[in-house]
């Protein structure tokens, strides 16, 4: 149990364009959900807070207009890149923390490249 | 969260025991270890936590050290398939915090 599949695993978007991210916990409800982000060779960054039914909480530096987030229901949370420019091209993951022993579980992630 | 320290990288070989130190010196007495990996172009994976007593599963052992200052986490016969990024991290069980990562340390399994 205790499953997150995100989607889509990668894309590739023009620069100027928005891209959307969703992150679905299939097994359980998750009220909070995390988005996190890693640039090649660096280790995760978080990005945002999501909590169902309120508006995210967002990291210092992470521009809350920029990274759009949506999360509506208990078990989905999407990512928006508005306006996408190449230094956002990275490895965007987002987790979830089921009501078990195992602490959070993690998407697959999804690979943004803006070209 | 307490901020934890790992090697950056570590070499083993395969079907070799991987043996993964962690310290965490500043620990507060209600945070438990964590350990997950994160293999190339994934997103992490849980292996296993505690808090104070040894733990075992199916992926690996987890050994505390009395004063909880330290850890190690013990990949019983490497393979392959274990070549990845190991993050330690502590934290609070409760609550809806996220997880802290650092650098964590670079297991490479060597045929």
């Known amino acids: 149990g205790a499953v997150v599949s995100q989607h889509p695993s990668w894309v590739i978007c023009k620069s100027g364009t928005s891209v959307k991210i969703e992150c679905r916990s299939l097994?359980?409800?998750?009220?909070?959900m995390f988005w996190y982000r890693q640039f090649p060779k660096q280790s995760l960054m978080l990005m945002a807070t999501s909590n169902e039914g309120s508006k995210a909480t967002y990291e210092q530096g992470v521009e809350k207009d920029k990274f759009l987030i949506n999360h509506a229901s208990l078990t989905l949370s999407t990512l928006t890149v508005t306006s996408a420019h190449p230094e956002d091209s990275s490895f965007y993951i987002c987790?979830?923390?089921?009501?078990?022993?195992?602490?959070?579980?993690f998407g697959s992630g999804t690979r943004l490249t803006v070209v | 969260d307490a901020k934890t320290t790992q090697p950056t990288s570590m070499d083993c070989a395969e079907g070799r025991a991987a043996n993964l130190p962690c310290n965490h010196s500043t620990i507060s007495g209600n945070e438990y270890v964590y350990w997950y990996r994160q293999i190339h172009s994934q997103g992490p994976q849980y292996i296993i936590h505690?808090?104070?007593n040894n733990e075992t599963n199916e992926m690996a052992s987890l050994i505390i050290t009395e004063d909880r200052k330290s850890s190690t986490l013990i990949l019983p016969h490497a393979t392959l398939r274990d070549t990845a990024v190991y993050y330690c991290i502590v934290r609070v069980r409760t609550g809806a915090n996220n997880l802290f990562f650092g650098t964590g340390t670079r297991l490479t399994v060597i045929p």
């Open positions: 987790s979830a923390q089921a009501n078990n022993n195992y602490g959070y579980t």
């Open positions: 505690g808090l104070k």
């Open positions: 097994d359980f409800q998750a009220t909070t």
